[in-house]
């Protein structure tokens, strides 16, 4: 499952130590001094039951925060070259003494250092993030499960019944996030969604509209495409409701074309002769052949009838 995460800045700025020198120095093509250096702290993602009723366990936080170390920083997700603002040199899981999650438990969150270097291009975003006005960003990673808060079933496999933001016996039900697969990046947004670090994800409708239109290109193209474990299991669900509903509309197309056959004193077993028969045609044409029926009927039937019909009940009284 594909997530994007949003988090705050938790400071302005970050004393550049030795430590902090040598881990940098790594993930460089030469040593840079402190004084060429800026850096400061992010929370990229936490523990708590975000607006959408889904949170991180501890265990993915821990793989989260191994992923993001030496992840690039850009602007609104967009993924160029000048877009490359910053680096994650350094992450881990904190603890925040006295404060819990929504759920009462110890809140902890992924907590990175991240460094740019300072140039005149970048004058100003350091000059935004001291102000505070830079302060959220969004995180974009990969989670292999999407799991009941209540019965720990995939949710992405099964309905399993349980409906998040409800309550059973006592226990708020939501989506646990399990199993980092991928960080991807992290990028500087506007507006936060989650109550600590905040969450924007795709919905799982706009999810699927994506597969399909890969899809339809793919086909359109003639070339194969790749799909990952969630766009798999997303188009298994798909067919299936697909396939459902068009049963459903198949079965109410034959059932109304039987009621329109019984007019033609049809025994039992060409009633079940006709269904085996139907059962081949599309609804397309089970709407034509039903046409052709009724106009049909409406030749069969004389013009004044009706007619002659009320005339002849006015008459009754009058017949020995």
């Not at 991928?182 to 506007?190: H, K, R």
């Amino acid at each position: 499952m594909k997530c994007e995460k949003k988090g705050n800045l938790v400071n302005r700025q970050v004393t550049v130590g030795q430590e902090d020198l040598e881990q940098i120095n790594r993930l460089t093509r030469r040593e840079f001094s402190q004084e060429e250096l800026y850096c400061f702290r992010v929370v990229l993602c936490d523990n708590d039951v975000d607006r959408q009723m889904e949170r991180f366990d501890e265990e993915t936080l821990e793989q989260l925060a191994r992923m993001f170390v030496g992840k690039t920083g850009i602007c609104d997700h967009q993924p160029k070259t000048a877009n490359q603002l910053a680096r994650i040199y350094q992450a881990q899981v904190e603890y925040f003494p006295g404060k819990t999650n929504l759920l009462g438990e110890p809140y902890c969150a992924v907590v990175a250092k991240a460094y740019m270097v300072r140039t005149e291009s970048n004058r100003d975003l350091i000059l935004e993030i001291e102000a505070g006005i830079k302060k959220e960003v969004s995180v974009g990673c990969s989670i292999r499960e999407s799991r009941c808060s209540i019965c720990q079933s995939e949710r992405t496999l099964q309905d399993c019944g349980h409906r998040k933001g409800e309550w059973y016996e006592g226990r708020l039900c939501h989506t646990v996030l399990h199993g980092a697969e991928d960080a991807y990046e992290w990028s500087f947004v506007a507006v936060p969604a989650q109550r600590q670090a905040g969450v924007v994800k795709e919905s799982r409708l706009e999810s699927q509209q994506r597969t399909v239109q890969k899809l339809w290109q793919a086909g359109e193209e003639g070339s194969g495409m790749w799909i990952d474990r969630e766009e798999a299991c997303q188009m298994k669900r798909m067919m299936k409701n697909l396939m459902e509903d068009c049963e459903d509309a198949r079965r109410m197309a034959r059932k109304e074309l039987l009621q329109k056959a019984a007019g033609e004193q049809m025994d039992e077993r060409a009633s079940e002769e006709l269904w085996e028969v139907l059962e081949l045609l599309s609804i397309r044409q089970m709407k034509a052949l039903g046409k052709l029926i009724d106009n049909r009927q409406t030749m069969e039937q004389p013009q004044l009838a009706g007619r002659r019909a009320q005339s002849g009940r006015a008459e009754d009284g009058f017949v020995i």
